[in-house]
């Protein structure tokens, strides 16, 4: 069954240090999307990523923070520099989506990310 | 700003027992997920509705539209059915870039 997978799953950064999170999400979909959750909180959404340009994006997700599809099948996050707040768990998905149909979003394992 | 509120936010049951997990929002949606996240952080999609009932094995998630309420529930209960589940809306427009907006999550713990 396709799933999305991410990489690395656990990520070690000092603070300042840029950082760049990886996804591959399922090969047929069409939206992708960024979440984060911090450590016993709820998750939250960061963004959401169509046609090779950001859709919708929530007040976390500031200029420290960005994506791109840099080839046809990877879908980055990167953080410009890191800050301790940032530690977290980063979840990407994807979903289907065409037009205006709502679809199921499937979610990667997640890379946790820790800042020192 | 859509609000999504769980309930109950811990829950220890035994195994066998019916399990209902509910959650209510403030704003009107296009679909709801329900969700499961396990100790190790990964996150599986249980459900999208966006109307009615859906069933999966032992799951059984239903929503009400005008009530703006959701339930999830669990029949014969198990062990593994140990973690925590999450709810999460989508917004009115129903267009595909819509994030989910979630809950905190229940969590559940089946004891042998």
């Known amino acids: 069954e396709p799933e999305v997978t991410q990489t690395p799953s656990h990520q070690v950064t000092q603070m300042g240090q840029e950082v760049i999170l990886r996804c591959v999400p399922i090969s047929n979909h069409l939206y992708f999307y960024w979440y984060r959750q911090i450590l016993g909180q709820k998750v939250e959404f960061l963004v959401s990523?169509?046609?090779?340009?950001?859709?919708?994006k929530s007040e976390i997700f500031d200029d420290q923070f960005s994506v791109e599809r840099p080839d046809g099948s990877n879908f980055t996050l990167k953080i410009r520099s890191t800050k301790l707040e940032d530690s977290a768990m980063y979840f990407c998905?994807?979903?289907?989506?065409?037009?205006?149909?709502?679809?199921?979003?499937?979610f990667g394992p997640g890379t946790r990310l820790t800042v020192l | 700003k859509n609000e999504v509120e769980q309930s109950p936010q811990n829950l220890t049951a035994q195994e066998g027992e019916f399990i209902t997990i509910n959650c209510s929002y403030s704003v009107g949606i296009s679909a709801l997920h329900w969700l499961q996240q396990h100790p190790g952080g990964g996150i599986v999609s249980l459900f999208m509705l966006s109307s009615g009932k859906k069933k999966h094995g032992r799951l059984i998630a239903t929503i009400n539209i005008q009530e703006k309420h959701s339930s999830l529930h669990i029949t014969a209960s198990h062990p593994r059915d140990s973690a925590v589940y999450i709810c999460?809306?989508?917004?009115?427009?129903?267009?595909?870039?819509?994030?989910?907006?979630f809950g905190k999550g229940t969590h559940l713990i089946i004891q042998p």
């Open positions: 998905a994807s979903s289907i989506s065409p037009g205006l149909a709502v679809n199921e979003q499937f």
């Open positions: 999460a809306v989508v917004g009115g427009s129903g267009g595909g870039a819509d994030g989910l907006t």
């Open positions: 990523f169509y046609n090779n340009e950001i859709s919708e």
